[in-house]
């Protein structure tokens, strides 16, 4: 957790946008969650953004990410495991977020080689177009707590072991790694974020593929119970996705960012079962949950409790959650309620 002491650095300041306005900037997966939220806070700063995403069904692209936002947002229908795109796309551009992915745990498990291709090899040839046609550029590199596996200690700083439980947790500290062997070696400027339980509007919310808690969205609107595997006892950490928006642009702004791997956390950490209760509760009582038997296959890459220690991106560069988490999902839940037909249906991508 942050000390008391810490300040905090403001992603709307004129100092950070003045880095930012008309700037050109890459983001892969941006049709996706956390990258179309990116490139709206970009867009309306004044950034020249193109989004480059594959829109593959089970990745979580979608069009209506973006839609109102044809003329600010060039989108580049591709796939960071084109080398030949991927080249042709960093060149120009002063900002790379670089946020494609495979981040489903069980996918990683029942298909380990598409895991691979995109968590690293993909990751290889978007870090050697950089070093090649483009090595000045910046480079935020968007990975994972699942790294750490199951916490020996909590909360887990960055200094705890890295033990990861699954195939995907494996493959995203590879990723990791060939970050920051490319700012050893070569001189890219790159940095680490490790999230947690990102959520927020535009999430994928059809099924669980990206997060439990995007199912939980649709059943609770849906009237169906919450379901909570085990005993509902497991303690999680949530940044809302404005939230984490902000750390990526303070870690692509500040200098003191290059060559780091910073942990991103929240103060607000509760049990999956207070968390259920807490968005029954948001539905002014309409809901329920129901606790069920852990699945065989979700229980032997089950991390247990986590949450993290955010006081090393706090204090050396300032940034600090802003929206508590019962301010966030309230949000989250009106946006799905408004605009559940652009992410409930299977052909949502496309709408």
Known sequence: MPSAGSTSANADSPDLWAQLTSKRVLITGGLGFIGSNLARRLAAGGARVTVVDSLVPEYGGNMFNLADLEAEVRVNIADVRDPHSVSHLVRGQDFLFNLAGQTCHLDSMRDPHTDLEINCRAQLSILEACRKFNPTLKIVFSSTRQIYGAPRYLPVDEAHALAPVDVNGVNKLAGENYHLVYHRVHGLRTCVLRLT??????????????????????????????????????????????????????????????????????????????????????????????????????RRIDIGSYYADYRRISERLGWQPRVSLREGLARTLDFYSQHQKHYWNDDAADA
């Open 197 to 298: 339980n990102t959520y927020g509007p535009r999430m994928r919310v059809k099924d669980d593929r990206q997060t439990f808690l995007g199912i939980w969205f649709r059943r609770l609107l849906e009237g169906e119970p919450i379901l909570i595997f085990g005993d509902g006892a497991q303690i999680r950490d949530f940044n809302y996705v404005d939230d984490v928006v902000d750390a990526l642009l303070i870690a692509a702004t500040d200098e003191r960012a290059v060559g780091e791997v910073f942990n991103l956390g929240a103060p607000d950490f509760l049990s999956l079962k207070e968390l259920a209760a807490l968005l029954v509760e948001l539905r002014d009582g309409q809901g329920e949950y129901r606790l069920v038997p852990f699945p065989g296959e979700r």
